[in-house]
């Protein structure tokens, strides 16, 4: 079958479920489900559509419409039976959702397509369970669950996101969210905070198989499973500066700080890159390590350093360079070197 034609189901006024599925149909021709008053259940999966908008519209008593494996490009709402519930549209090419403002979708699977970026008004605020897995999603937008109120499941797994904050996943019901993060490529920043919040996280969303879920570190490029991270570890970028109220400092990765001790820490060699977005640092204490080795550079990444204590006698090499030349970096107005023996 290539199409479905103009009123071919008219005769058919008790017609409760239509499986037209692994066909070879391109095009459903306005009026093709009219005159089927009973219509529940449509199956089309497996065909060639590119478009839903001639047909689904007038099939006013359909609840429940499978689509998988076509052609879809856009998904608009509109366009589905508007008493539709559930909708199944898996492994199409869908990159963009349409408005939802009059949808009253409960569940949408919507796995193995192409979808980006999410945004409220995108999604049916009756959603109950909404299965985005396998896409390209890379940033949902603030509060797009927020109004979501009777949302219960969330799954998010292998996708592109690398963050997600509290603010774009929270939703204003009473009931919590399971949520899948699995197989995304996410990094260990402080927009997870709130999944270290137990108040956050018991209440408000349940992130299923923390087990299973990792970030990776962005400085040491270590992988940490969901339920292992700690707060020291979800750090967060700066492009200009660490106001006083930033979530970050409140855990201690903020790059705020001019002072940095890192005596005693049997620390042997010194390349620089060890001070990853840390270049407001303008006082440096490695008293009591084992260096050997200070490598050439430290002052072009550390442009505000100006005082640098050491108390140890075992330094075979600083920079490639002499000592007063290290002192008096055109980075440093003031230069400081402290050496002490024990």
Not at 255 to 266: G, I, V, W
């Amino acid at each position: 079958m290539l199409q479905v034609s103009p009123y071919v189901f008219s005769d058919c006024a008790h017609l409760t479920s239509l499986n037209l599925s692994h066909n070879l149909i391109s095009q459903l021709f306005h009026d093709s489900l009219t005159k089927c008053p009973l219509l529940k259940r449509v199956d089309l999966s497996d065909n060639r559509l590119t478009t839903l908008a001639d047909a689904l519209p007038q099939a006013s008593a359909v609840r429940r419409l499978d689509v998988s494996r076509n052609r879809l490009e856009l998904l608009q709402w509109n366009e589905l039976p508007p008493r539709l519930e559930h909708l199944i549209a898996d492994s199409n090419i869908i990159t963009l959702l349409g408005a939802a403002t009059k949808s009253k979708v409960r569940s949408a699977s919507l796995r193995g397509n192409l979808i980006e970026q999410l945004s409220a008004d995108q999604i049916p605020d009756s959603i109950e369970q909404l299965d985005l897995a396998a896409n390209r999603v890379q940033h949902i937008a603030p509060a797009t669950f927020a109004s979501k109120t009777l949302l219960r499941s969330l799954d998010l797994s292998d996708n592109r996101l690398s963050e997600l904050s509290e603010e774009s996943l929270l939703a204003n019901g009473v009931h919590s969210i399971d949520v899948s993060l699995r197989g995304n490529p996410l990094r260990c920043s402080c927009e997870f905070h709130w999944i270290k919040k137990t108040d956050v996280v018991k209440r408000k969303v349940n992130v299923v198989g923390m087990s299973d879920t990792l970030c990776t570190h962005p400085v040491s490029g270590k992988v940490i499973t969901m339920d292992k991270v700690d707060t020291k570890d979800l750090l967060c970028n700066y492009s200009q500066v660490c106001e006083p109220d930033c979530v970050c400092c409140q855990f201690g990765n903020c790059d705020c700080k001019a002072l940095l001790d890192l005596s005693d820490n049997a620390i042997v060699r010194l390349s620089g890159d060890e001070f990853h977005k840390t270049t407001a640092i303008s006082h440096l204490f490695l008293n009591g390590n084992r260096l050997q080795t200070i490598e050439r550079g430290l002052a072009d990444k550390l442009p505000m350093l100006t005082t640098v204590c050491l108390n140890i006698d075992c330094v075979n090499f600083i920079f490639d360079y002499s000592v007063p030349t290290f002192c008096f970096s055109e980075h440093m107005s003031t230069s400081f070197l402290f050496f002490s023996s024990y």
